[in-house]
Every structure is written in structure tokens, then in C-alpha cells.
């Protein structure tokens, strides 16, 4: 079995209609057996439509998480049911929010799981950075965070870990639900990648100021911990965000991935996910 992968495809910001189609009908050729896309497919006001028009042009399994910029333009509740409605709209199976489907059997002895995740401001200077980003602008941003900001920054950074800490207790649930099975491998999809180490800014290692928002500590050092208790696991996490490909091998069972992108050109299909 083989899983296409893509991240951060940003297809709202892709050249005109034309390269949007173009873009599905490449998709639709693929010889995969399915397709993981770790987040920021479009924008809030369009993520119904865009995930639709992937479900019709793929018609396989889709697994995917929502990035940052799929929250932008409205509060993240709202963004969410839309998600819920287009996933229950088309056929049973075929789209896979990670984030609420829980535990998915792949294989005989392969799962995946996953969440959208968050940077969680805890690298480099944390809230005392003097980098800010568009994800923080009141009616264009996501507005969750652009209120929590209203209040000052320490307030935009305890909301921030506050959602670090949901999507890392989640996926470690998921987790330890999964290894109750004999399996061999396990698949976790994500945004943020959980290690500073395979984390880039602008083509650069993130440095003090960008780290606080390219990093989800607190999903890395949930994944040293819990990986450790089942060494006989392959754990191999998907990430996207910083659009600058990576490999980093946490531990001796722990295998983290980082796909490449660029803003309004062609999603580009990283390497093969092999089951």
C-alpha cells in the first residue's frame, strides 16, 4: 500500500482556476492507494469547497489535518463544522479528518492518527519574541488568537499552549489505543513539527525569534515519552508549516518528516508513505 503526501498546498492561493484544475486532474491520475495532506489546504471561507473538490477529483481515501491558515477568517469552532459537514457529505471513508477520526487502520499491523496541532511558543524567546504573524490579525487571522492577543501577549501565549497541550494529549490517547493491537507501525499526522530540529524559517534553521511559532514542544516531548514505552513500534511523524523538506530521526523508533512546499505554485507530492 502507498500513501501520497502533500503539505500546505494553499490551494486558494494557486494561479487562476485553470491551475486548480490542473492540479485535481493530476490527482486524480495517481496510481496511490491514498492521500495524506498535513494542513493549510485553504482558508476558512473555503475549506467546504476545496476539501469537496479533493474528495471528487482523488474518490480513495483522504487523511489529512487542518494547518493554521484553515482557521483564517473566522474562530476555529466554525471552521471545524464546516469540516464535520464536508466530511459527512461525501461518501463514508473518504475523507479522513485525522483530528476526529481517531485511530485508522491502514494495514494488518499499521495505524494512523493524528491532530491538527499548534505551535506552542515555548522555543526561543517565547512570548518574549518580536516576531508576529498574520495568523494574529483581528477579521483575516484566526480570530481565536487575535482576541486571546486583545489581552496581551502572555494571554496570546497561554492560549497557545492550551491548544499545544489538547492536540498532544489527544494524539497520545490515540496512542496508547492503538498499541492495545500487535502492531508494527504507527503514522501520526500533524502541522507543526514537534522538534526544533526540523523546524526552517524562510529556508533557515528557526531561530530565537521565529522558533516560538514553528515548533510544537509540547507534541515532541509527549512523543519521546510515549514512543519510549513501545520500543517494538515504528513511530513515523508527517508535518508541514515551515514549507522546507527535513528528516529527523528523534529516536531509535521515532522518525519525523517535514514536507517541502512554495505559495502559489503546484502542491508538490513529496515522497511516497509506504505501508
Not at 477568517?73 to 466530511?87: F, H, I, S
Not at 477579521?139 to 496581551?152: M, V
Request: hydrophobic letters at 35%; one cysteine or more; charged letters at 25%.
Amino acid at each position: 500500500m502507498q500513501l501520497d503526501w502533500i503539505t500546505d498546498p494553499h490551494l486558494d492561493c494557486l494561479n487562476g482556476a485553470e491551475a486548480l484544475v490542473a492540479f485535481l486532474d493530476k490527482l486524480h491520475k495517481r496510481g496511490s492507494d491514498g492521500l495524506v495532506i498535513t494542513g493549510d489546504i485553504g482558508t476558512s471561507k473555503n475549506i467546504y469547497d476545496l476539501l469537496g473538490l479533493l474528495s471528487g477529483s482523488y474518490q480513495r481515501p483522504i487523511y489529512f489535518v487542518l494547518g493554521n491558515h484553515d482557521y483564517y477568517g473566522d474562530w476555529m469552532g466554525v471552521t471545524k463544522e464546516k469540516v464535520r459537514a464536508v466530511c459527512k457529505a461525501v461518501p463514508e471513508g473518504i475523507l479522513n479528518w485525522a483530528t476526529e477520526s481517531g485511530v485508522l487502520q491502514l494495514s494488518e499491523d499499521t495505524v494512523l492518527l493524528g491532530h491538527d496541532g499548534i505551535y506552542d511558543g515555548l522555543c526561543g524567546r517565547g512570548h518574549g519574541t518580536d516576531l508576529s504573524l498574520h495568523d494574529f490579525q483581528m477579521k483575516t487571522g484566526i480570530l481565536d488568537l487575535a482576541e486571546a492577543l486583545q489581552f496581551g501577549t502572555r494571554h496570546l501565549f497561554e492560549k497557545l499552549l492550551e491548544l499545544a497541550k489538547l492536540s498532544a494529549a489527544m494524539v497520545e490517547t490515540s496512542i496508547h489505543e492503538a498499541t492495545r493491537n500487535p502492531i508494527k507501525k504507527v503514522l501520526i499526522i500533524t502541522h507543526v513539527p514537534p522538534f526544533h530540529e526540523v523546524s526552517y524559517f524562510r529556508g533557515r534553521p528557526s531561530d530565537e525569534r521565529s522558533a516560538p511559532y514553528y515548533v510544537n514542544w509540547t507534541m515532541g516531548d509527549m512523543l519521546r515519552r510515549v514512543t519510549a514505552r513501545y520500543p517494538h513500534v515504528q513511530f513515523e511523524v508527517y508535518a508541514g508549516h515551515t514549507h522546507g523538506k527535513r528528516h529527523y530521526k528523534a529516536e531509535e523508533n521515532l522518525d519525523v518528516y517535514v514536507g517541502s512546499a512554495r505559495y502559489a505554485k503546484a502542491p508538490q507530492f513529496q515522497t511516497p508513505i509506504e505501508v
